[in-house]
């Protein structure tokens, strides 16, 4: 059965690093999109960046292209967000998911992983920025 835990959360001053995890059980990872989003109490859950493929295809949200990276470990079976250049900004939950059929959608000129089309959810992590 897939399952999704996700770690790595914290407080994190402007400017700082954080990398979260996300440990997929129950199944392979390389037949797995995995992707990370974010969401703020009051607004809609965000697409943040999207593992197409083993082969290191992504997807970013505009609003963090260049500052964050995704990467799986085939070993660990894990997918990492790599956060740098960390604003206020990215304070939010953030959540990774999993799913085999998986559609990209262009929506404000930038192109993201469907959530809805995702099998699994974890539990969240909470990351924020702040002096």
């Known amino acids: 059965q897939l399952q999704l835990v996700e770690s790595g959360g914290d407080l994190v001053q402007p400017g700082g690093s954080l990398r979260l995890s996300c440990e997929v059980s129950?199944?392979?990872?390389?037949?797995?999109?995995v992707a990370w989003f974010r969401q703020v109490p009051g607004k809609e859950r965000e697409g943040v960046a999207c593992?197409?493929?083993?082969?290191?295809?992504?997807l970013y949200a505009y609003s963090v292209k260049g500052r964050f990276t995704v990467a799986r470990d085939r070993a660990e079976n894990t997918v990492y967000l790599q956060m740098d250049g960390l604003k206020p900004e990215d304070t939010a939950v953030y959540y990774c998911?999993?799913?085999?059929?998986?559609?990209?959608?262009?929506?404000?000129?930038?192109?993201?992983?469907?959530?809805?089309?995702?099998?699994?959810w974890g539990q969240g992590t909470q990351v924020t920025v702040s002096s």
């Open positions: 593992s197409i493929s083993r082969g290191g295809n992504a």
């Open positions: 998911a999993a799913g085999q059929n998986v559609r990209q959608r262009l929506t404000n000129r930038q192109t993201m992983c469907i959530g809805e089309d995702f099998d699994a």
């Open positions: 129950g199944v392979t990872l390389d037949d797995y999109v």
